[in-house]
């Protein structure tokens, strides 16, 4: 993460971190994610929909949505757990990707989703070698696990998905392994208009 914010920067970029670690981010999407009077069974959709229509997200949620308002390029970055985002990550995709601002609640989705224009990406980890993933491996094909967040959060809320960045199983290479992956990871944000479009 540090590495891509420094590569993004000195081209000129402004780059906002949300460490969401550092920041106690709850990850539970809830009643306490808003500021007006709920009533009755607790409908997610519908309470965000008129916390967009009427500014009453809570304060955490209202100064994640300002940033991602503000980019133009969305980068999640983390070590993949269980084949997926970590749960304190999604429960920030949860709590921020809301009806009414990002898809649905009078805004569409996939084309004509809330954030179509930007650009969003993924920057990982995983545990497993990068040998064990592929068509006939271990693991599976990458395409096929990241499908659901490619997919199904950034093009269905209308973000151009562009092409991940990996570094396989850090923890098993060594320090020259992990030097030659962080300059992979400089390479791939140094020249952001040549990653492939996945979605969008």
């Known amino acids: 993460m540090r590495k891509a914010a420094q590569t993004l920067q000195e081209q000129g970029y402004t780059v906002e971190i949300s460490d969401l670690y550092a920041m106690n981010w709850n990850p539970s999407l809830g009643r306490s994610d808003f ?4 009533e009755g069974h607790f409908k997610p ?3 965000q929909t008129r916390a967009a229509r009427e500014g009453t997200f809570a304060p955490d949620v209202t100064a994640e949505l300002e940033k991602l308002q503000r980019a133009d390029l969305l980068v999640l970055s983390f070590p993949m757990w269980w084949f997926s985002l970590p749960a304190i990550l999604k429960g920030w ?3 921020v990707f809301t009806m009414g601002i990002a898809y649905g609640g009078g805004v569409g989705t996939f084309d004509k989703g809330g954030f179509r224009g930007r650009q969003a990406m993924l920057l990982f980890t995983t545990g497993s070698l990068e040998e064990h993933f592929g068509p006939e491996a271990r693991d599976g094909e990458m395409d096929v696990i990241l499908f659901h ?3 199904g959060m950034f093009w269905f809320c ?3 998905a562009l092409e991940s960045v990996v570094s396989f199983a850090p923890t ?3 320090p020259e392994t992990r030097a030659q992956q ?3 990871v ?3 944000f140094s020249d952001l208009p040549s990653r492939a479009v996945k979605f969008g």
Do not use: S
């Open 35 to 38: 500021r007006h009077v709920l």
């Open 172 to 174: 098993k290479g060594t």
């Open 158 to 160: 209308g973000f151009t």
């Open 149 to 151: 967040i490619l997919h």
């Open 186 to 188: 400089g390479e791939a």
């Open 182 to 184: 962080l300059e992979r």
């Open 93 to 95: 995709v949860d709590r």
């Open 45 to 47: 959709g519908p309470e």
